[in-house]
């Protein structure tokens, strides 16, 4: 289909013609392309199929920085997948640990969630050390009977191979061959094979084969793993290899066909056991003397209906220097628009030892591509050429022309090239060169060359390109990017020392609003501190502030971002201005966008300054459930003033799970004393080891004292005596350390 076809095809909304444009035209890595995916943004936000709109997403992702607020628009995408029912989506969102979404993302994954989507979150909180959240995900895992150690099959197998005895190692798999998920086959399979278990992988492989029988690569995959078999455990599975290419080979399949050409070759390298003349006898294999020559031209008939497998007999002839064959099949395949066919050909112009025919052809086609105007196609020559020295074809003015011809048309419309060539300026320090490749690159519309260029000109330290700078700014920000309203505010607020004229609150105002108002919350920040830091507020002003603060912290709540800093401020004003009711309220906000800890400060404000012990221990409650060690140990301690031993003991072991180190040692204090808990002095000495480094003063002399005179089961050891009354810094831990010495002497004496 042609290029404007797919064009007239995606402004009717079709996704699949857009992605397609990626790979035929390059979209959007030029000017046309990127315009083109600006306008059609809104057309996949809109579409109401997930799988085309992560495939979207997937192509977006990797351009999301020349686009206008692009990063926001690719987690868009996903969002709107998500909403779609997409799972993956979900998990795609959680992986990004983007500010707006990782709170959020986990309470959506949860509620439906499989017991292996849970263990896939729990191990991505363990990794990101968020451990209020590996408790929660713990607790619904136990609830479900699920082993918190639960491996997957892969896991297992990596697991159970390091042992001696293989028995278990293979009932594992014949297990793993039962089951239907093919990206975790595919890990087992290339386990077994890096371990050098192929006939193991190649049983995977067939596995996947059975699952899905038009994928190339199984097939190549499996042939692999029966040649390497046959080496290392001596056997042959020459029919079995032939079977395999050849059924990869009719799934046309370029690489494949060439291997397997290569093997019906190997057939005529003996005759009578003999060697044919011009055979290496190093070059003999498990499939020379046997006649293939039947199976060969079968095949080949078979090859002239295909497209990619025929371009692979192509290289076959050229590789045995048919180079007359190999050129006419080309020729054939590149007249029916096969590009890659193209490319082949028009590489030939750099080949030094070529007959006329050849040389006409790779003449043709490389013109035929530097004159197309199609991106993908002239790309592929770019990709297929990159490795050949210019140095070494200096004579050879046809290839020279082709590749000044392909730099020409990257610097002037291809907006990854430009920008990777002013990355290489900047590392050769040509600053001059940068500034001219970010320069094309911006006005082919790439947004993060205007934010460099825009640097440039801020960091040059005179009016004028600070001017610049504004200008770019001012431009993008006409297109509701937040980045550049943000820095527009930034620079009015606190204009360099050269341009003091400019500063101007309001107009800073104006665009951190307009910012604030598109969700970014830097900026909604930066309102605060403009709103409140002056040296005099009205009444009135100070209320209308008020008012548009609450509906950014709103914003916050509802985004679930966890930068809580502009929550925190407002309450710290208030308190500072004696304002308690309203520094409560706003503390309770931060606790409810996520931070656990101000839940705890507002339960304090309750109970100290407004005198409320009921909403005190509300407060108190919601902090201890989202998991804040401090206000478990602090619930324990009223409960123990009101001698209700069963809820102090609740909040001592909900504290100690949260490693609060109060509550660690005064429930290790119970397990000595036998107080709410049976005694257990082992127990006891687990908790204050844990504790110990958080307050080594009190729990080192503790464990010094155990350990030096033996208690309830624990021997006397005075290494571990002298070991722990070091960590203390306690007089009665130097006086004992002392004894210690002396004691560790006499029995060095003694012996």
């Not at 451990?131 to 697991?159: A, C, F, G, H, P």
């Not at 209308?544 to 004003?573: F, G, S």
């Not at 407004?610 to 409960?639: P, R, V």
Request: hydrophobic share 35%; charged share 30%; with cysteine.
């Amino acid at each position: 289909m042609s290029k404007q076809a797919l064009i007239n095809k995606a402004n009717a909304g079709d996704i699949n013609a857009m992605i397609a444009l990626n790979q035929i035209a390059l979209f959007p890595e030029n000017k046309e392309g990127l315009e083109y995916y600006t306008k059609w943004y809104p057309l996949v936000l809109t579409s109401s199929a997930p799988a085309q709109i992560l495939s979207f997403a997937e192509v977006f992702k990797k351009y999301k920085y020349m686009f206008i607020n692009g990063e926001d628009k690719y987690f868009r995408l996903l969002g709107r997948a998500a909403d779609l029912g997409d799972r993956s989506a979900l998990f795609m969102l959680l992986k990004e640990f983007n500010y707006n979404y990782q709170y959020a993302v986990p309470n959506r994954i949860i509620p439906n969630a499989t017991d292996d989507e849970l263990l896939s979150l729990l191990r991505f909180f363990k990794e990101k050390r968020l451990k209020q959240k590996v408790q929660d995900i713990e607790k619904i895992l136990i609830s479900r009977n699920v082993s918190l150690d639960y491996k997957t099959l892969y896991e297992e197998l990596q697991y159970l191979y390091k042992e001696k005895d293989d028995s278990n190692f293979n009932l594992k798999l014949e297990t793993a061959l039962l089951i239907d998920d093919q990206t975790q086959l595919l890990k087992i399979a290339k386990f077994l094979a890096y371990r050098g278990k192929y006939n193991k992988a190649a049983s995977v492989y067939e596995r996947l084969i059975a699952l899905d029988n038009n994928n190339p690569s199984y097939y190549q995959k499996l042939e692999e793993s029966y040649r390497r078999s046959s080496v290392y455990n001596n056997n042959s599975n020459a029919e079995k290899r032939i079977q395999a290419l050849k059924a990869a080979s009719l799934l046309d399949d370029y690489e494949t066909t060439i291997d397997l050409l290569k093997i019906y070759a190997e057939g005529q390298k003996l005759k009578d056991g003999k060697l044919l003349p011009g055979t290496n006898r190093r070059s003999i294999t498990e499939f020379s003397g046997i006649d293939l020559t039947e199976q060969y031209y079968q095949h080949v008939k078979q090859l002239s209906q295909m497209n990619e497998a025929k371009r692979g007999l192509a290289k076959f002839y050229y590789n045995n220097r048919d180079v007359i064959r190999g050129a006419k099949i080309l020729n054939e395949l590149a007249e029916n628009g096969n590009e890659n066919a193209m490319v082949m050909l028009a590489k030939r112009v750099n080949v030094r030892e070529r007959n006329p025919g050849d040389n006409v052809l790779a003449k043709k086609w490389l013109s035929f591509i530097i004159n197309s105007n199609n991106w993908g196609l002239i790309d592929k020559l770019k990709t297929a050429t990159r490795f050949l020295s210019l140095e070494d074809t200096a004579d050879n003015p046809e290839f020279n022309k082709a590749h000044a011809r392909l730099i020409q048309l990257y610097e002037t419309d291809n907006i990854p090239y430009l920008k990777k060539r002013a990355k290489e300026s900047y590392l050769e320090k040509d600053e001059a060169q940068e500034r001219a490749y970010l320069k094309t690159a911006a006005e082919l519309g790439d947004v993060q060359s205007w934010y460099k260029l825009a640097e440039f000109y801020i960091n040059d330290d005179d009016a004028e390109s600070v001017n610049k700078a504004i200008s770019i700014y001012k431009m993008l920000a006409e297109k509701d990017d937040v980045t550049s309203l943000a820095k527009l505010g930034s620079i009015y607020k606190a204009p360099r020392p050269f341009m003091q004229e400019i500063q101007s609150d309001e107009i800073a105002i104006n665009y951190y609003t307009r910012a604030a108002d598109l969700d970014h919350v830097n900026s909604m920040y930066e309102l605060f501190c403009l709103y409140f830091c002056r040296k005099s507020i009205s009444p009135e002003k100070m209320k209308e502030y008020q008012n548009k603060i609450d509906v950014y912290i709103d914003k916050m709540i509802a985004m679930k971002t966890p930068y809580t800093l502009l929550i925190r401020d407002v309450a710290r004003m208030y308190y500072n201005l004696k304002d308690f009711e309203k520094s409560a309220y706003y503390y309770q906000k931060g606790g409810d966008a996520g931070n656990q800890n101000y839940y705890k400060k507002a339960a304090l404000i309750y109970k100290n300054q407004l005198n409320d012990n009921d909403k005190y221990l509300y407060y108190l409650h919601k902090a201890s459930e989202a998991g804040n060690g401090d206000a478990s140990f602090d619930l324990s301690q009223y409960y123990k003033q009101k001698q209700d031993d069963k809820n102090t003991l609740k909040y001592l072991l909900i504290a100690s799970e949260y490693e609060n180190k109060n509550a660690m040692e005064t429930l290790a204090d119970n397990y000595v004393s036998g107080t709410l808990v049976e005694k257990d002095i082992h127990k006891a000495v687990a908790l204050y080891k844990k504790a110990a480094w958080r307050n080594p003063m009190s729990i080192g002399l503790k464990l010094g004292l155990i350990y030096h005179h033996g208690k309830d089961g624990i021997e006397v050891d005075l290494k571990q005596a002298k070991k722990w009354y070091l960590k203390s810094f306690s007089n009665q831990a130097k006086e004992n350390l002392k004894i210690v010495n002396k004691q560790i002497k006499a029995n060095k004496f003694k012996l």
